[in-house]
């Protein structure tokens, strides 16, 4: 429609405006719409925009500007789950350009969000996206590599495990006097206790679920809530 008023010839100093047809703006099949931009360029030469319907003829102010859509698709690995406001599982999940969209995150218990990227972009801080283009969201859930380090080398007794509200440890008479570590799967330091006896009881009731890496020494154990 643009490219036709653009045709049009001015009729500027004319005395009667020409009239431009545009047939049934409401049908959608007809797909007849100009934007108020388009009308308005038509009336700047003199041409003015009728809506015909019916056998009715009404004057067309132009349409808002449709909005582009794209496209979002989440993926993630078994281990947990994303979603954000308005997403329906199996939809076609389509969201108004410029659009933000803060992505929400559920990791199975024990494990955690490694990484978050939308397009290859890392948004693993922000867990947030302005939409710009069609956008795939990749998560990956696992155990912090942290973790993964320390598994071979449980050399601490430590029970119950996985502990719940308390959690015992006996250590070697080597490492009595020495400091107990208490480190999140992320590798934040949450709790460090001197240990003066080789038997110890922790209060965990306010640890959040997870991994845990209690390290002593050159002793280290993975235990988790």
Known sequence: MRLLVESLPS???KEKEGHLYIIDTKFAEEKNVAEESTVQLA???NWGSIDYADGEEKPYEGSKPEKKMYRVILES?????ITYDGYQEGG???VPANTSITIKVTPVEGFELLSLTANGKD???????VITEDTRIKALFGIHPAVEEVQEKINLISYPNPFTSFL?????????GKTLSIYKANGKCVKQILMKEEKFRINTEDYPRGYYILR???YSQVVLK
């Open 77 to 81: 690995s078994a281990r947990g789950s």
């Open 168 to 176: 015992e440890l006996r250590i070697p008479t080597v490492l009595v």
């Open 11 to 13: 009729r500027v100093g």
């Open 216 to 218: 002593i020494g050159t």
């Open 123 to 129: 948004i693993l801080e922000s867990k947030t996206v």
């Open 43 to 45: 009336k700047e030469k």
């Open 92 to 94: 076609k999940n389509e």
